[in-house]
């Protein structure tokens, strides 16, 4: 079967019976046509995704550095593949537009949210800037003197150079996504492993992008808490997400007394003596938010002698990191 560019996005069929289906490794289409499928056979989400019942299956078509790949999708009866155990901590996070920090009994963290992304995100956009200049080079008549693309109906040249700089753009838009998918997979995980019960601010994505801008897009916090969100519940775990205008966690301490915090300043530095790095900071006191939307005060300083070494060791961590010169951010540390 031949395949032209444009033509084929996707073909479904209605049960496993009739003119699309999948049997031990073999997609058959219609009467004549045996499609042999390519499965990684060590995965184990696959092998038992297999033993399921198959409802209908389904094949996608998606480009892959230029060419075009076909996936076959299978609908299956039965309940998901667990992969993971619960771990037994009560978890607090507090998600800022780039970082996360994540603090329970045993251990505090504190990281750059998909940093790997950021680096490929440099490189896509230096492939944009060049897709740019050669869309201009090759059609000047249909820029105004200032730059601006003209008006009213155009023909367009693209030139071979140009084409191969898109396919290099499409490709590299697919790797960001892979790429974050993964990160957020591996790092979802890592909490899932720890935790018992998560408790995290909501957060406002409209709110973080006028303070934050573009970076948002780029490491998507949102799509991160949805998975974790997901997975949590999945696992049979549980998800609290608090709304911020109740509990003013960055302007709160466990001394109780509130008070409000440039964003800038990265300390928790109370007149109690209380001193700690901010996110972490927030991260511990979402853990402590009672279902009426407050922090529960007394809990939170009986578990402050022990937490405040947790956290304290995090510190010394980063600093060594920051010695090492591995740390992107700084977290004002
Ligand atoms: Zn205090």
Known sequence: MKFHKGEFVSLEGKNNKTFLTYSNGYVFVGKNLTLKCLFDPKDKWMQYALKQKIKYCRIIKKEVKGENRFYVQLILEGNPYRKYELGKEEIGLDIGPSTIAIVGESKAELKEFCEEVALLDKEKRRINRKMDRQRRANNPNNFQNNGVVKKGKKEWIYSNRYIHTRSKHREMERKIKDVRKQLHGRDTNQILQRASSIQTEKLSYKAFQKLFGKSIGRK?????????????????????????????????????????????????????????????????????????????????????????????????HLEKMKLERKLISTFGI
């Open 220 to 316: 998507a916090p949102s799509m991160f808490l949805s998975i974790l969100k997901q997975k949590m519940k999945s696992c049979g775990g549980k998800f609290r997400e608090f709304p911020t205008y109740c509990t003013k966690l960055s302007q709160t301490c466990h001394c109780g007394i509130i008070k409000k915090k440039p964003l800038k300043e990265r300390w928790h530095e109370c007149e109690c003596g209380v001193v700690a790095q901010r996110d972490l900071y927030s991260a511990f006191l979402a853990r402590y938010v009672t279902k009426s939307n407050h922090v529960d005060i007394k809990k939170a300083k009986g578990d402050w002698v022990q937490l405040s070494i947790v956290l304290g060791e995090c510190v010394l």
